[in-house]
T-cell receptor
Framework: GENVEQHPSTLSVQEGDSAVIKCTYS??????FPWYKQELGKGPQLIID?????GEKKDQRIAVTLNKTAKHFSLHITETQPEDSAVYFC????????????FGGGTRLMVKP | SAVISQKPSRDICQRGTSLTIQCQVD?????MFWYRQQPGQSLTLIAT?????????ESGFVIDKFPISRPNLTFSTLTVSNMSPEDSSIYLC?????????FGPGTRLTVL
């Protein structure tokens, strides 16, 4: 089955700096890679996703890149703000109904004002 | 995006008792899921609940411990039976409208 590894497990940055979280996956058939943000006491919220037919996707201050050959994908947050502080999870799946998400271990991001 | 609500949001229970968690979604979906998130950990899939069929459980989870109902296309329940302190976790409901998976706010369960 699929295995997703996520690094780092914790990340502390100064407000305004960039943050990068990296994930690797094992199943070359995986083709859908979402990122979730989980704030304290809340459920995971989808913030961005990418499918294997593109290499990069941006949405304002966040972007995701995908390298299918190396089987890794990354989340980039620019101009970080204190409200970006949360736990971020990457996930991977083959994307068809019945193929469930496999989650990475999570990254606790702390943005210091 | 999907709107998912869960009840209760949190509970403190005595060992040996059972708790039923309700999940309501805002659109009809075939697939709903239940996850467990132990303190400081990632999400682990408990089971997939399809309307009109029995739930499919992942390795390590059994129906006697986590019975699931799926009476219609917008509602599901998960029961945590004969609870022990090791069951203290956040339990999350999720649905899959189209190709994107969404999560509810979670139910924080503490077992004493």
């Amino acid at each position: 089955g699929e295995n997703v590894e996520q690094h780092p497990s914790t990340l502390s940055v100064q407000e305004g700096d960039s943050a990068v979280i990296k994930c690797t996956y094992s199943d070359s058939a995986s083709n859908y890679f979402p990122w979730y943000k989980q704030e304290l006491g809340k459920g995971p919220q989808l913030i961005i996703d990418i499918r294997s037919n593109v290499g990069e996707k941006k949405d304002q201050r966040i972007a995701v890149t995908l390298n299918k050959t190396a089987k890794h994908f990354s989340l980039h947050i620019t101009e970080t703000q204190p409200e970006d502080s949360a736990v971020y999870f990457c996930a991977a799946t083959k994307g068809n109904a019945g193929n469930m998400l496999t989650f990475g271990g999570g990254t606790r991001l702390m943005v210091k004002p | 995006s999907a709107v998912i609500s869960q009840k209760p949001s949190r509970d403190i229970c005595q060992r040996g008792t059972s708790l039923t968690i309700q999940c309501q979604v805002d659109s009809q979906v075939t697939m709903m899921f239940w996850y467990r998130q132990q303190p400081g950990q990632s999400l682990t899939l408990i089971a997939t609940a399809n309307q009109g069929s029995e739930a499919t459980y992942e390795s390590g989870f059994v129906i006697d411990k986590f019975p699931i109902s799926r009476p219609n296309l917008t509602f599901s329940t998960l029961t945590v039976s004969n609870m022990s302190p090791e069951d203290s976790s956040i339990y999350l409901c999720s649905d899959l409208p189209g190709n994107t998976q969404y999560f509810g706010p979670g139910t924080r369960l503490t077992v004493l």
